[in-house]
């Protein structure tokens, strides 16, 4: 179906994306799979091209352009799969952070380079006796003159290795009353004292996209280097995971058509008792209920990302896509690799990848448990006393 929420400008970007990615990162996934971890030269690539925060501001080296733009960029990156580039995670999860709060020296060191390519950002956020409930965080940061001394873990941190500067959410008051007025956010330069990147964890997919642990062992960082006000982190963690959550519907849902797309074709060229495996009514109704699916999720996040586009407000329907689109992404590519056989358990078929790859989309970003949670709460269901 035809999308009219894109341009003719927004199309001719696209096909701009389509022509670099196919061009310059498709030759490396393969081996981004194999090293566990995205190439620097790609990065600058996409800097060079404008591909790195199109929606980031024009006195930063950005665009300056609509949201639509960075969409387009998500999009054309999961069509190939080439999740190992994290481009979601680092012009639309992370650089907003700097833009939106970062001071003007802050916004210069790493506006400018995040944008270029030159510097690889992540943010850690998950610890391992935390998960979704960031008011509990325990690596903290203590005031000292002129600097922070950070200690505490972090881990599934993405970019984890490759990354140059780190968001990192601490507790400045660890005795802060309600508990998330004492979270703050500070930025870690890869180089500070202190700062241990541990291991490269190995995953059951995304295995081109590092994932790490890392490690703060009295870390000194400038007190510059504060994000914001101190125990004002919990707040902006929170205005920006509306945007968070629709990059991975974007993802998701791209990625569920792709699979969508490899399957049908995989089943009209596969014979089964004299046949094409694709005239069988079993076939056709699954792959007629998946395109369905696929189509009714397209229209709800097309619909998200004009209202977001606009300014609007929406943590329920976000939350909603979130949950939705990356369960209909695990549904999609357990049936599609049930249509190719045995032949969807190899992984020489892209639809094993794809099984492999879902699973996590629905523990990111906020568990969909959590989703659930947060539009039962705007929804007025809880009535605890």
């Not at 490759?162 to 508990?179: G, S």
């Not at 998701?252 to 089943?267: F, G, M, P, Q, V």
Request: net charge negative; hydrophobic share 40%.
């Amino acid at each position: 179906m035809r999308r009219d929420i894109f341009s003719e400008e927004h199309e001719m970007f696209r096909g701009q994306v389509r022509r670099f990615v196919e061009n310059e990162l498709v030759p490396k996934i393969e081996s981004w799979n194999k090293a566990g971890m995205s190439d620097r030269e790609s990065w600058r690539k996409m800097g060079a091209a404008g591909f790195l925060g199109a929606n980031a501001p024009v006195e930063y080296g950005g665009a300056g352009a609509d949201f639509l733009y960075d969409a387009i960029v998500i999009e054309e990156l999961s069509r190939v799969r080439a999740h190992g580039l994290m481009m979601g995670l680092h012009s639309d999860i992370i650089m907003p952070y700097v833009a939106t709060y970062g001071s003007e020296d802050q916004k210069r060191r790493y506006l400018t380079g995040a944008i270029s390519g030159e510097t690889i950002l992540a943010i850690a956020m998950t610890e391992p006796g935390t998960g979704s409930d960031l008011a509990a965080v325990q690596t903290t940061a203590r005031r000292d003159g002129d600097s922070y001394v950070i200690n505490g873990s972090k881990i599934f941190i993405s970019n984890g290795q490759i990354a140059d500067m780190v968001v990192v959410v601490v507790k400045t008051d660890p005795k802060a009353n309600p508990p998330h007025r004492g979270v703050s956010l500070i930025l870690v330069d890869g180089g500070a004292p202190g700062f241990v990147r541990g291991r490269k964890l190995d995953k059951l997919g995304l295995k081109g996209q590092d994932t790490s642990e890392l490690f703060f062992e009295d870390c000194r960082v400038p007190a510059a280097n504060l994000l914001g006000r101190e125990g004002n982190g919990f707040k902006m963690l929170m205005e920006k995971l509306q945007q968070e959550r629709l990059v991975t519907a974007v993802g998701a849902l791209t990625s569920a058509r792709r699979c969508l797309d490899d399957t049908i074709e995989y089943t009209k060229g596969r014979r089964a008792f004299g046949q094409p495996i694709a005239s069988f009514q079993n076939t056709q109704f699954k792959l007629a209920e998946m395109a369905t699916e696929v189509e009714i999720g397209q229209a709800f996040v097309d619909r998200l990302l004009v209202a977001h586009v606009r300014g609007d407000e929406l943590v329920t329907e976000v939350s909603m896509a979130k949950w939705w689109t990356t369960e209909l992404l695990k549904r999609v590519a357990s049936q599609c690799l049930q249509l190719h056989g045995g032949y969807g358990f190899m992984l020489e078929y892209a639809v094993a990848t794809d099984y492999a790859d879902a699973a996590v989309q629905s523990i990111y970003a906020g568990t969909n448990e959590i989703m659930k949670v947060i539009i039962g709460r705007r929804m007025g269901l809880d009535v605890r006393d």
